[in-house]
């Protein structure tokens, strides 16, 4: 039976993330980076996807929390004979030369005598390598096609294996402790980790967490939620890049049984300036620096036009493609790689224009390469905006003349204008640029803007609504009147909203089924009730969600209004990122 999805909680290194469910299964992994193929994949096929499970016989009662102000999960287990405590890490090297992947597993006997039997079944490369398995001297190695594992436990009973699994027994006394290590191996030599050193790496871990939590200076309104998003969002920071991953899973539904899987193991290009401006509001100035210069070395191989997403090392998405796994909840497709890539999506050249002006805005200078760069896309986007595209939500219908993209594009020729001005980046065609924003907005005012609605309208011409619309007041578009912006605030609350869920837009996408409610969209309210002074209202919504987060105090992509059930990829990076602007824009509110 599978987990529900808001069971899950994450951990991480800054190359890879593991999922872990309550009862302790680690259900997701893959090695030796976020995106590559997954070692354990239970998440998406019970069957073959692969795990590390752990079975505290009689037990009765499990809770769970991550140690104070870090990423390292503690879960606790009340069987019938006892009390055992796990603390689970992906371990940070350190000082010392280390494994490049560890997964860590302290088991701690707080009362009584407890028994607990784990289980590894590793499947490599999305379940479609069966492993050979071999042991010697207590340790287990599991290794197929240049991908290996190696298994070692301090504390234990001997190693048990069998074809396709590893497994054994953990017997403690109340103060007894043992140790469970994975290591992995990518095409290089695998590395068996002394048990002591694993537990230094586990402390040291755990201390830099702390220390990295203490580090960010956020001191407005729901703290707890805000630091919580921010160590969320580190777990998807590409160490070796600064690149952040949208998610750190593939093809979990949007809908139970439905089709609307996808691959979010990527970095979008629209996410940056969220992304900047969440990293430079906490006090991550070293991976808003990071972040943003990998977007500069990124985009630059297709400049002036940018790609849709990149991968974590900055280059191209792989092509779309589907696995033969059964899907979560037998909601196949299972996806890697993802197809809208290669749309037109004109927005992301307002959230590039707007990172840049946030990056400049804070201080940081561009050298001259990247100014003339930065000069060109705004000259690509006053050749181009007027072209149908497939706007903000990836849509696979055909493309369309989307409201949002309009304004983006407005976005990106204003944030020109004012990088010129400060002499950030050549002023040379700012003449050019000012002519084809006011045209923006001349079409933005004539032809997306609904009168018996009282609002933006999706896309020209129609009559549907679009929470991305949102977006105008969020980014300060200036190209109509306020009032306007404001009753566009309104209709999303009016039309799309339920109680604190808000769908993403109304009318047809091309695509067969349906979501759940988007919680980006959700906070993106709050956000915009805040900036227009209806700061009750901003305040009100988010404590209703603020307690929809798991227990650990993770967002899905969406959430099913009827039922509360997590849907769409876990967790979701946008949605922690808008959080965190909600709060800070209420913070600022208040002031």
Aim: proline share 5%.
């Amino acid at each position: 039976m599978a987990h529900p999805i808001r069971d899950y909680a994450l951990i991480g290194d800054g190359r890879t993330a593991a999922l872990i469910a309550r009862d302790g299964s680690v259900d997701w992994l893959c090695i030796p980076d976020l995106d590559s193929p997954s070692v354990f994949g239970r998440v998406l096929d019970q069957e073959h996807g692969g795990h590390l499970s752990l079975d505290a016989r009689g037990s009765s009662a499990t809770t769970r929390r991550y140690l104070p102000n870090t990423n390292v999960l503690e879960t606790t287990f009340e069987t019938r004979d006892g009390m055992v405590r796990v603390t689970d890490a992906l371990t940070l090297p350190g000082r010392a030369l280390a494994p490049g992947r560890e997964l860590a597993r302290r088991l701690e006997c707080m009362s009584g005598d407890v028994d607990v039997r784990w289980t590894l079944e590793p499947r490599f490369d999305y379940g479609r390598r069966r492993p050979r398995i071999r042991s010697w001297s207590g340790v287990a190695v599991a290794d197929a096609g240049g991908e290996g594992l190696a298994v070692v436990v301090d504390g234990g009973d001997p190693i048990d294996v069998a074809p396709g699994r590893i497994g054994g027994r953990i017997r403690l006394r109340q103060g007894e402790r043992a140790l469970l290590a994975v290591t992995a191996s990518h095409h290089e030599p695998l590395v068996l980790p002394a048990p002591h050193e694993t537990e230094r790496r586990l402390d040291e871990t755990t201390a830099f967490w702390v220390e990295w939590a203490g580090g960010r200076n956020y001191s407005g309104p729901w703290p707890d939620s805000v630091i919580r998003s921010a160590l969320a969002l580190k777990l998807l920071v590409y160490a070796p890049s600064g690149a952040v991953a949208a998610a750190p899973t593939t093809s979990l539904p949007e809908e139970l049984g439905g089709s609307r899987n996808w691959d979010y193991r990527f970095c979008w290009v629209r996410d940056s300036a969220f992304t900047l401006g969440a990293l430079l509001s906490i006090g991550c100035g070293a991976e808003a620096r990071a972040f943003f210069w990998w977007l500069m070395h990124a985009s630059q191989i297709t400049r002036p036009r940018l790609r849709v997403l990149y991968r974590l090392d900055g280059r191209e998405s792989r092509r779309e493609q589907t696995l033969p796994l059964a899907g979560y909840m037998r909601s196949a497709p299972v996806r890697i790689g993802n197809a809208a890539a290669d749309q037109l999506q004109l927005d992301v050249y307002g959230g590039l224009m707007q990172t840049v002006w946030l990056y400049v805005q804070a201080g940081e200078p561009l050298d001259r390469d990247t100014a003339r760069r930065v000069a060109d896309i705004a000259d690509y986007v006053a050749t181009t905006w007027a072209r149908p595209d497939s706007g903000i939500w990836e849509v696979r219908s055909a493309p369309r003349q989307f409201t949002q993209s309009k304004l983006m594009c407005w976005i990106a020729l204003d944030r020109a204008l004012a990088l010129a001005a400060v002499g950030a980046i050549p002023g040379t065609r700012g003449a050019v640029w000012k002519r084809e924003r006011d045209a923006i907005g001349e079409f933005v005012e004539t032809r997306c803007w609904s009168a018996e609605q009282g609002t933006y309208s999706r896309a020209a011409g129609s009559e549907d609504i679009d929470a991305s619309l949102l977006l105008g007041v969020l980014f300060a578009y200036g190209g109509g009147d306020k009032a306007r912006l404001d009753g566009t605030v309104a209709a999303v609350r009016r039309r799309l909203a339920t109680g604190p869920f808000v769908r993403r837009y109304s009318g047809d996408d091309g695509l067969d089924g349906r979501e759940g409610a988007f919680l980006t969209c959700s906070f993106w309210l709050v956000d915009a009730l805040a900036r227009i002074g209806r700061l009750e209202d901003a305040t009100a919504l988010m404590e209703e969600l603020i307690v929809l987060a798991n227990d650990v105090g993770l967002y899905s992509e969406e959430i099913d209004a009827a039922d509360g059930t997590f849907l769409g990829n876990f967790p979701q990076g946008l949605a922690h990122l808008a959080l965190i602007g909600a709060a800070t824009s209420c913070a600022k509110t208040m002031r």
